[in-house]
């Protein structure tokens, strides 16, 4: 059968689906072999597509015996008698397969019914799995959808590939105002099968996601000249981040900063203006903790127990707040993110207590 529409058509359908020319031709010929079956009461028949000749030939497959079998074996093709086989061709012997090429056109209009539905949940079927394979290999990954639908409690965003998914406002920053069309990075938390299309769960506030912004937008950290040692993170508020150059000749904070700013401007608008703080990692115990406190200043790091990673900051006077910070997030993320437990006081108190030898009272 001559069929261009239907070859052109394969091709709209691929490219809309999402998937390869190849597979609609395989879902078609099931369509096929499922209408013969209806037709025929067997399945021993064989699909050839020719799109290089707009030609789509079926063909019945029959196996030439002597007496048919009571009980025959479903994976062999079907049985023709020796005497049935001669009627097509006289040369035919028991053991010959015959090929008889099926009219196609003369279907009837239940078993054209039923090649169209294998066909068309072939397809849906093959798309849903390549969209699975291809956000599976995604998970943990940073990935940019568009906003298609707000409500109070959710962002629906399309994802490509025919994929869907909400934003919880749980996994919402608090400055994300965004409006229909937008394009929002989100961080892919798991992507599970389902019986219908995969099931993709995101976030904007998973940490993870402020290490693939980090990662896209400085290269030195994708090439693992920079590297994040350590990172924390109150959604929307404030991040810190420790970084260590492999490289003496690369300034790990000035490359993540950028020239006037650029880079780390391009994160912080990626994450709604959520403010990121970042440090030089030390394997000095007491220099990884104060600078792990920045942006406020140490006098002393004291009592180190590198065993249990627990340390006594001392700080001056007037820095002890910033040091501390909003309701302790500044000493919180210090910790979270250096691995070190750090008690901080200030330096009037570790003097008094004779833990420092010196110390000037400032008016």
Known sequence: MINKEFFENAQAVAEERGISVEDVYDNFSKGLVNSYKKIYGNTSCRVVINPEKNEILLFGVHKVVSELTEAPDP?????????DAKKIKASYKVGDIVEQKINIKDFGRTAIGAAKSVYTQGVRTRQRELAF????????????????NITEKFVSLDLGMNVSTILPI??????DNFKINDKVRVYIKRVEQTSKDPRVSVS??????????????IPEIKEGIIEIKGIARDPGDRSKIALFSNDPHVDAIGSCV????????????????????LYEWSE????????????????????????NKTSKVVVPDEQLSLAIGKSGQNVRLAVQSCGWKIDIMPTSEAYQKGLILKWEKKN
């Open 75 to 83: 994976e062999e093709p079907a049985e023709m008698l020796l005497e």
């Open 133 to 148: 394979e291809h956000f599976k290999a995604l998970e943990n990954e940073m990935v940019i959808g568009t906003v298609t």
């Open 170 to 175: 749980t996994e919402l920053l608090p400055n």
């Open 204 to 217: 904007r506030t998973d940490r993870a996601l402020v290490t693939r912004l980090m990662e896209n937008n």
């Open 258 to 277: 950028g020239e006037g700013g650029v880079r780390i401007r391009e994160i912080v608008n990626a994450l709604g203006g959520e403010k990121v703080d």
């Open 284 to 307: 000095d115990p007491e220099e990884l903790v104060s600078n792990a406190l920045q942006p406020a200043s140490v006098t002393q790091v004291i009592e180190i127990d590198e065993k």
